[in-house]
T-cell receptor, first 114, second 111 residues
Framework: ETGVTQTPRHLVMGMTNKKSLKCEQHLGHNAMYWYKQSAKKPLELMFVYNFKEQTENNSVPSRFSPECPNSSHLFLHLHTLQPEDSALYLC?????????????FGNGTRLTVT | GENVEQHPSTLSVQEGDSAVIKCTYSDSASNYFPWYKQELGKGPQLIIDIRSNVGEKKDQRIAVTLNKTAKHFSLHITETQPEDSAVYFCAASNHDYKLSFGAGTTVTVRA
């Protein structure tokens, strides 16, 4: 059973909508991540937070806005998205940002932009 | 940056047979190589990992081998079972925290 919970599981939104994805981890980890998963493509790292501080923004468009109020919660605020943003958005956590720490993923939010 | 290529993209095996997935990486400084399994409707889960100071690692029916000279590593699943059907991702990283993932292999185990 995953210790990383993502809500909602599915989201359909129009291009003019504003919505937020939520992630919560119960593992006591200090690092949290947002990944984008598109069919037949490698997972794309979007953002990294370490001890609530953003340490990585992987050239993500500004229509995606992350927020990390504490080490257990991570949000991804969405506005004026494009149809090509439709994908599975995965949240992950790890004890620290050293990659020798395995990533623990949530089950993702399936986003469809119409 | 690191580039990880994974083959094949799909793999169908008879139950009880072995499955092998191969990955190559570009950055000779990469030193950590995890494998993730993603079942339908779920997020990826780590199933095994290997560090660059080890050539092979086994865990029950799964094993991973690493050839640093050739810059490739492989996942081996023996005595496959229906529950092994999933998408498998390889990944590689060096001293920083970025994991570079392969594009995934969809494994189907036929009963």
């Amino acid at each position: 059973e995953t210790g990383v919970t993502q809500t909602p599981r599915h989201l359909v939104m129009g291009m003019t909508n504003k919505k937020s994805l939520k992630c919560e981890q119960h593992l006591g980890h200090n690092a949290m991540y947002w990944y984008k998963q598109s069919a037949k493509k490698p997972l794309e790292l979007m953002f990294v937070y370490n001890f609530k501080e953003q340490t990585e923004n992987n050239s993500v468009p500004s229509r995606f806005s992350p927020e990390c109020p504490n080490s257990s919660h991570l949000f991804l605020h969405l506005h004026t998205l494009q149809p090509e943003d439709s994908a599975l958005y995965l949240c992950a956590s790890s004890p620290r940002t050293d990659t020798r720490s395995p990533l623990h993923f949530g089950n993702g939010t399936r986003l469809t932009v119409t | 940056g690191e580039n990880v290529e994974q083959h094949p993209s799909t793999l169908s095996v008879q139950e009880g047979d072995s499955a092998v997935i191969k990955c190559t990486y570009s950055d000779s400084a990469s030193n950590y190589f995890p494998w993730y399994k993603q079942e339908l409707g779920k997020g990826p889960q780590l199933i095994i990992d290997i560090r660059s100071n080890v050539g092979e690692k086994k865990d029950q029916r799964i094993a991973v081998t690493l050839n640093k000279t050739a810059k490739h590593f492989s996942l081996h699943i023996t005595e496959t079972q229906p529950e092994d059907s999933a998408v498998y991702f390889c990944a590689a990283s060096n001293h920083d925290y970025k994991l570079s993932f392969g594009a995934g292999t969809t494994v189907t185990v036929r009963a």
